[in-house]
């Protein structure tokens, strides 16, 4: 018995955001900093990326996804630049602050959270990659116009549910560790987002 497309979304979404890359680095880095709250919204801006690229793959939309393929050197420059920028965003305030604590999460500051991983997910040639193999691995959405809703709805709560757990993890870890332990971690992880920012621009300026 086939599974539904909103399982099936759930499914696709959850494996997608489930690898631990740069992403889920700066994920896991801003709940340590910041608190969950902004881990929480750097999660939901990868997962409503995913929820677009899924709109893509799911519906076939051919023309934006010969256009993305055709410029992913593009994006990866825009990605590695922004993603170098973070780190070294991260890497001055953990210099700058000698204990590790939950700064307030104000609504300025979420936002920036979220655009900053959702511009970053978009950005990433590789998701709608992932996206399209998976789906056509699982036979495309069923049901026409609405069961292709379904299935993206199904992604976006799947990517969802994947920044929820690692969130809740983090968070729980962070209650046990000294800080001099979280800031070590704070700038390592900084290193090396810059560290994949710098490798994905040079990738991506060779390509062109």
Known sequence: MPLSPLLRGIGIGF???????PIGLLCIRRSLRDGAMMGLATGLGAATADAVYG?????????????????????RVAGGVLLSWLGLSGLRTAWRHRQ????????????AAYSSTFALTLANPATILSFLAVIAALSG???????????????????????????????????????????GIEITSALVLIGLGILATLSGLTAI
């Open 100 to 111: 590790t604590h939950a700064a307030e999460a104000t609504a300025r500051g979420v936002l």
């Open 141 to 183: 959405p069923e049901g026409g116009v609405s069961g292709g809703a379904v299935l993206v709805g199904g992604v976006f709560l799947g990517s969802t549910l994947w920044w929820l757990i690692l969130v809740g993890l983090v968070s729980a870890l962070r209650r046990s560790l000294p800080d001099f332990v979280l800031r």
């Open 55 to 75: 709109l893509v793959a799911a519906f076939g939309l051919g023309a934006t996804t010969t256009l993305l393929l055709a410029n992913t050197h593009l994006l």
């Open 15 to 21: 494996a997608i955001a489930a690898p631990v890359g």
